[in-house]
């Protein structure tokens, strides 16, 4: 089963305006993590985000913010205000915690935003 | 500072050759990643380094892949006799895992290697 689900395989938005890229995870960890990147054509991925389970607060950095509803699984990307750059690859991402105590991040399949000048 | 660097940034090679990729981390970083991204996926994870620490290998896809990290910092994957399957862009990344916060786990990407298999 898939632990972190986009079910946006493509999203478009008008420059200056906002968009919402959804995000669904699956886990029985009550402490975990959500990250989201950007991976630009270039292929580097960019971090952006990041909400911890205990978080009460959603997470914003500048444009982006985390829309964290837990009761519903979900870990909704916003950016406003969008921008010409913003056209990119978007991946979900979940940190999980073996029981040895290694660590690494699930992803999602992405979601691929195009900005319309 | 630097960022993660890795080398060398493209890579062709014959089905059947053996490949070595490599990976700088951050100075300071403890824990170190590999990851997979074939075309037009999300990142496959492929093995975690922390520390001294034995790795966590769970997820190489085979006995013909195999990563090590020499004290503590430069990391090396090796792909042995390999496979036009193994054609991806191979990432690694490094956190600091340690002190609170956001910066605890932030991972770190490097730019990639892209191999090819021909």
């Known amino acids: 089963a898939q632990k972190i689900t986009q079910t946006q395989p493509g999203m478009f938005v008008q420059e200056k305006e906002a968009v919402t890229l959804d995000c669904t995870y699956d886990t029985s960890d009550p402490s975990y993590g959500l990250f989201w990147y950007k991976q630009p054509s270039s292929g580097e991925m960019i971090f952006l985000i990041y909400?911890?389970?205990?978080?009460?607060q959603n997470a914003t950095e500048g444009r982006y913010s985390l829309n964290f509803q837990k009761a519903r699984k979900s870990a909704n990307l916003v950016i406003s205000a969008s921008q010409l750059g913003d056209s990119a690859m978007y991946f979900c991402a979940m940190r999980e915690v073996t029981q040895g105590g290694s660590e690494k991040l699930v992803f999602g399949k992405g979601t691929k935003l195009t900005v319309n000048p | 500072g630097a960022g993660v660097s890795q080398s060398p940034s493209n890579k062709v090679t014959e089905k059947g050759k053996d490949v070595e990729l490599r990976c700088d981390p951050i100075?300071?970083?403890?824990?170190l990643y590999w990851y997979r991204q074939s075309l037009g996926q999300g990142l496959e994870f492929l093995i975690y380094f922390q520390g001294n620490s034995a790795p966590d290998k769970s997820g190489l896809p085979s006995d013909r892949f195999s990563a090590e990290r020499t004290g503590g910092s430069v990391s090396t994957l090796t792909i042995q006799r390999t496979q036009q399957e193994d054609s991806a862009v191979y990432l690694c990344?490094?956190?600091?895992?340690?002190?609170?916060?956001?910066?605890?786990?932030?991972?770190?990407f490097g730019p990639g290697t892209r191999l090819t298999v021909t």
């Open positions: 100075s300071g970083h403890t824990a």
């Open positions: 990344a490094s956190s600091l895992n340690e002190g609170t916060g956001t910066a605890r786990y932030e991972q770190y």
């Open positions: 909400q911890g389970s205990y978080d009460q």
